[in-house]
């Protein structure tokens, strides 16, 4: 072949390779907004259920932030953007509004739980529990170490 010919046919060559890669690379760009354009969106909707979930906290509900203090909720003030909760009795702790995350439901007893009385269905010892006192029980802090 000529030198002429071989020229021409290379450069065709790139000419059609830099298609393709022209292709690829769009593609790739509209893969990665696609990518950043969903994870925006999925944030803000997590942002918005907290907020709305924020807003249904009233004083007297128990309430977790979260760091994982659990307490119970005595008063917010959205304008300082600050809550106060009570962690143990007497003890109240001031915290960012924007820390607490969940409303702790009360367990309600399941059937076979507790009675009016307070004893079980299955009596009044569980199966799984040690009688108190037992020194074989690594629970009880009374119990023999040197075992």
Do not use: C
Not at 66 to 81: F, N
Not at 97 to 124: H, I, K, Y
């Amino acid at each position: 072949m000529t030198p002429v010919v071989t020229e021409s046919l290379s450069a065709a060559g790139a000419a059609g390779g830099g298609g393709s890669s022209m292709l690829l690379f769009g593609f790739m760009l509209l893969l990665i907004i696609g990518m950043f354009w969903f994870s925006s969106r999925t944030r803000k909707k997590q942002q918005e259920k907290l907020k709305s979930q924020q807003r249904a906290m009233e004083p007297g509900m128990e309430v977790m932030t979260s760091y994982g203090l659990y307490g119970r909720l005595v008063s917010k003030d959205e304008d300082a953007v600050k809550a106060v909760i009570e962690i143990a009795p007497g003890t109240q702790v001031t915290v960012h509004l924007q820390t607490l995350t969940n409303v702790v439901e009360r367990d309600t007893p399941a059937a076979g739980g507790t009675d009016a009385a307070g004893s079980t269905a299955a009596g009044d010892a569980s199966a799984d529990e040690t009688p108190a006192g037992d020194p074989t029980d690594p629970r009880d802090p009374g119990a023999d170490s040197s075992r």
